[in-house]
T-cell receptor
C-alpha cells in the first residue's frame, strides 16, 4: 500500500493478557517509530528503528513492552501482561532516512484493557 | 527541560483572524524541523517542513530562528477547519536524526 498500515485498528483485551500490534511501514522507509498517545495527551515516544542500527528503546515504559523489526519491513510491538494504564492509541510512523525526510503515520491501534 | 516545548493553548481565534505561535528547542544541533497537524482522535499529519529561509504554503507561514532556537507557525485568514493541535517536530543528529515531538499547541477557530 501507499501509506503506513497498522493492525488491528482496535483491540480490546483483558488485563493480564499479552497483545501484539503490527506496523507495515511505507516501502523503502528505513526509519520506523512507535508512539503511545493516551486520551487527551501528547505523543509519548516508545522506540525508534533506523536501518541496521541498534534500536533506540529509551522510551519503552517497562520491560513488559518490546518491539521488533526485521530489516526494513514489518514491526511488531508486544505488550505483555497488559494493565489498564496501557489503554491508549499506539501510533507507528516511518520515514525515508531517519529524519532527513518527513515521517508518515499510520492510523493507529486503539488498545483498551478491561 | 523538555527538548521541544510548545505553549499548549488553547488559542481561541476568530474566524478570519491571524494566529501565530512558537516552539522552542533546546539542542542547538537540531537539524530538521517540521510542523504537523493532529485532529481529534486522528493520527498526526505533516503540515509543512520548515526551512532556514522560512517558507510559506498558502495561508501558512513557517519560520526558523536558529540563533534563538525556535520555530514559528503563522496562520492567516483562519478557517473553522484549521481547528486542531499543531505539533512541532525536531530531529537531532546526535540522536540518529530521531524525530522529537513537542506537546502540541491547540488552536480553536470560532465563528
Amino acid at each position: 500500500g501507499a501509506g503506513v498500515s497498522q493492525s488491528p485498528s482496535n483491540k480490546v483485551t483483558e488485563k493480564g493478557k499479552d497483545v501484539e500490534l503490527r506496523c507495515d511501514p511505507i516501502s523503502g522507509h528505513t526509519a520506523l517509530y512507535w508512539y503511545r498517545q493516551r486520551l487527551g495527551q501528547g505523543l509519548e515516544f516508545l522506540i525508534y528503528f533506523q536501518g541496521n542500527s541498534a534500536p533506540d528503546k529509551s522510551g519503552l515504559p517497562s520491560d513488559r513492552f518490546s518491539a521488533e523489526r526485521t530489516g526494513e519491513s514489518v514491526s511488531t510491538l508486544t505488550i505483555q501482561r497488559t494493565q489498564q494504564e496501557d489503554s491508549a492509541v499506539y501510533l507507528c510512523a516511518s520515514s525515508g532516512q531517519g529524519g532527513k525526510t518527513e515521517a508518515f503515520f499510520g492510523q493507529g491501534t486503539r488498545l483498551t484493557v478491561v | 527541560r523538555k527538548e521541544v516545548e510548545q505553549d499548549p493553548g488553547p488559542f481561541n481565534v476568530p474566524e478570519g483572524a491571524t494566529v501565530a505561535f512558537n516552539c522552542t528547542y533546546s539542542n542547538s544541533a537540531s537539524q530538521s524541523f517540521f510542523w504537523y497537524r493532529q485532529d481529534c482522535r486522528k493520527e498526526p499529519k505533516l503540515l509543512m517542513s520548515v526551512y532556514s529561509s522560512g517558507n510559506e504554503d498558502g495561508r501558512f507561514t513557517a519560520q526558523l530562528n536558529r540563533a534563538s532556537q525556535y520555530i514559528s507557525l503563522l496562520i492567516r485568514d483562519s478557517k473553522l477547519s484549521d481547528s486542531a493541535t499543531y505539533l512541532c517536530v525536531v530531529t537531532i543528529r546526535a540522536a540518529g536524526n530521531k524525530l522529537t515531538f513537542g506537546g502540541g499547541t491547540r488552536v480553536l477557530v470560532k465563528p
